[in-house]
């Protein structure tokens, strides 16, 4: 074969190796977000501990994972889309590694923590390497189809493969990482180098955000047990107050703001990012809560709650494309109000279940709340790129994103505290219950919104 034929092999092959990089990327962040949850109570049983740590176990990753995502983007930028995923996979396989052999909770939550950098490094770099590699725009969407089609199959996949790994031992949840890393980081080796692009970095404005939002986790968990009046917990909300305060200050008197204020001007943006965040919180706080239902007050193993989740999760991961349609019939606005009526029925069937219900009917009832989720994601999205100016569009993704990520962070919390402050079943219902009418009242907020164009996003 001549020199040019192998070139020419060679780069008809690296489109393809940038997608490979990029869904394997997307699969184990988020298969990562999923699996960890139905070995909560086999990881308190080996390292002891009480809830608050089996909630940083779940928020120490998805804490650092929200809280860098638009650092992490103009990281990329900066140092090269190919670079920055390489670092971030590196990370995230070695703190993988580090949380298969934690030998305490603690170990095992900084690990976490390091897992959740490593993510946010990977997420952003992976949609820019397919940028990158795809010139054509009709080719490049269906590489993101395939590129959400790996996250998809990770949040299906993720509670049954968590089940059926901490059947054997819990660690494996983790190790199970190791190959996943390594062929993603042999495959990268086959991607062109990526540009690199001038972005200021927006320091201050990023330790101030990490702060804020440790700080407000940090008080709602350990509240719930040392009282949410007591001198310590009163410190950390005071913390996070000149925090989020310090933060505002610095986007709106800065050069180069991670988050420009105006975009918040538009009420529909606003309303729309509280609802991308309540969504997240409800659909996060019932995988934890009911992780724990499962096994602590129905005896399931954690193979058999993992199963008990498939039929919302693998519903949830098929939804997409009916979405797009729907989207395109009824407009945003609809969708978006459907969603969450149907994530509100089903908060509010699992709070008035009786307790000795068949589980298989709990999980049956648990459906509606991944289904009205999976409903709101896309016309979101559609909505805020709508409503934002176009030199803008990548900077509102992030916020999106953003927003979707501490939602499940702050849901876990919150949740977790509610459970905490009470018995196990009131506790769930409580917080179930009030997340119903918060929802209620977003369905209300969600029908003011400025109608979107009728097209598919």
Same mark, same amino acid.
């Given at each position: 074969?001549?020199?040019?034929?192998?070139?020419? @092999?060679?780069?008809?092959?690296?489109?393809?190796?940038?997608?490979?990089?990029?869904?394997?990327?997307?699969?184990?962040?988020?298969?990562?977000?999923?699996?960890? /949850?139905?070995?909560?109570?086999?990881?308190? /049983?080996?390292?002891?501990?009480?809830?608050?740590?089996?909630?940083?176990?779940?928020?120490?990753?998805?804490?650092?994972?929200?809280?860098?995502?638009?650092?992490?983007?103009?990281?990329?930028?900066?140092?090269?889309?190919?670079?920055?995923?390489?670092?971030?996979?590196?990370?995230?396989?070695?703190?993988?590694?580090?949380?298969?052999?934690?030998?305490?909770?603690?170990?095992?939550?900084?690990?976490?923590?390091?897992?959740?950098?490593?993510?946010?490094?990977?997420?952003?770099?992976?949609?820019?390497?397919?940028?990158?590699?795809?010139h054509d725009a009709v080719q490049r969407g269906r590489a993101i189809v395939y590129w959400g089609l790996g996250g998809s199959?990770?949040?299906?996949?993720?509670?049954?493969?968590?089940?059926?790994?901490?059947?054997?031992?819990?660690?494996l949840i983790f190790f199970v990482n190791l190959p996943v890393g390594a062929a993603a980081l042999l495959v990268l080796s086959?991607?062109?180098?990526?540009?690199?692009?001038?972005?200021?970095?927006?320091?201050?404005?990023?330790?101030?955000?990490?702060?804020?939002?440790?700080?407000?986790?940090?008080?709602?968990?350990?509240?719930?047990?040392?009282?949410?009046?007591?001198?310590?917990?009163?410190?950390?909300?005071?913390?996070?107050?000149?925090?989020?305060?310090?933060?505002?200050?610095?986007?709106?008197?800065?050069?180069?703001?991670?988050?420009?204020?105006?975009?918040?001007?538009?009420?529909?943006?606003?309303?729309?990012?509280?609802?991308?965040?309540?969504?997240?919180?409800?659909?996060?706080?019932?995988?934890?809560?009911?992780?724990?239902?499962?096994?602590?007050?129905?005896?399931?193993?954690?193979?058999?709650?993992?199963?008990?989740?498939?039929?919302?999760?693998?519903?949830?991961?098929?939804? /997409?494309?009916?979405?797009?349609?729907?989207?395109?019939?009824?407009?945003?606005?609809?969708?978006?109000?459907?969603?969450?009526?149907?994530?509100?029925?089903?908060?509010?069937?699992?709070?008035?279940?009786?307790?000795d219900s068949p589980t298989l009917l709990v999980a049956l009832v648990m459906v509606p709340v991944g289904v009205g989720g999976?409903?709101?994601?896309?016309?979101?999205?559609?909505?805020?790129?709508? /409503?934002?100016?176009?030199?803008?569009?990548?900077? @509102?993704?992030?916020?999106?994103?953003?927003?979707?990520?501490?939602?499940?962070?702050?849901?876990?919390?919150?949740?977790?505290?509610?459970?905490?402050?009470?018995?196990?079943?009131?506790?769930?219902?409580?917080?179930?219950?009030?997340?119903?009418?918060?929802?209620?009242?977003?369905?209300?907020?969600?029908?003011?919104?400025?109608?979107?164009?009728?097209?598919?996003?």
């Open positions: 074969m001549s020199l040019s034929a192998v070139s020419a @092999a060679k780069t008809a092959a690296r489109p393809r190796a940038s997608l490979m990089v990029a869904m394997l990327g997307f699969f184990v962040v988020a298969l990562d977000a999923q699996i960890v /949850n139905v070995a909560l109570p086999a990881i308190r /049983n080996d390292l002891g501990g009480g809830l608050s740590g089996l909630q940083w176990v779940i928020t120490g990753y998805t804490l650092m994972f929200s809280a860098l995502q638009l650092f992490a983007g103009t990281f990329s930028d900066r140092i090269g889309a190919r670079r920055s995923y390489g670092m971030g996979m590196v990370l995230f396989t070695v703190a993988s590694a580090t949380c298969a052999l934690s030998p305490t909770l603690v170990a095992l939550i900084v690990s976490r923590i390091l897992q959740g950098i490593g993510a946010a490094m990977i997420t952003p770099a992976s949609l820019a390497l397919i940028r990158e590699a795809y199959v990770a949040a299906a996949a993720g509670p049954v493969l968590g089940g059926l790994l901490t059947g054997i031992d819990w660690r086959l991607v062109a180098t990526s540009p690199r692009r001038p972005s200021p970095f927006d320091w201050a404005g990023q330790i101030a955000a990490v702060l804020a939002l440790a700080s407000l986790t940090y008080g709602i968990i350990e509240g719930a047990s040392a009282g949410y009046r007591s001198p310590g917990i009163l410190t950390v909300f005071a913390v996070f107050a000149l925090s989020l305060t310090g933060f505002l200050i610095v986007q709106a008197r800065g050069r180069t703001p991670m988050i420009p204020l105006d975009l918040f001007s538009s009420r529909t943006v606003s309303t729309t990012l509280a609802i991308a965040l309540v969504t997240m919180a409800a659909f996060y706080g019932v995988v934890f809560l009911q992780s724990l239902y499962f096994q602590q007050q129905r005896g399931a193993t954690a193979l058999e709650t993992g199963l008990l989740f498939l039929p919302m999760t693998a519903l949830v991961a098929s939804l /997409n494309p009916l979405v797009a349609r729907l989207m395109a019939r009824h407009g945003q606005v609809a969708i978006i109000a459907a969603g969450q009526i149907i994530m509100a029925i089903g908060l509010a069937g699992l709070c008035f279940l009786p307790s999976s409903f709101t994601v896309p016309p979101i999205i559609a909505i805020v790129m709508d /409503n934002v100016p176009a030199q803008r569009a990548g900077t @509102a993704s992030g916020v999106v994103n953003t927003a979707r990520q501490v939602g499940g962070s702050l849901g876990v919390a919150i949740f977790g505290a509610v459970l905490a402050s009470g018995g196990f079943m009131d506790g769930l219902r409580t917080s179930l219950g009030w997340t119903a009418v918060v929802l209620v009242i977003l369905v209300i907020a969600s029908l003011t919104l400025r109608h979107g164009q009728r097209r598919t996003a």
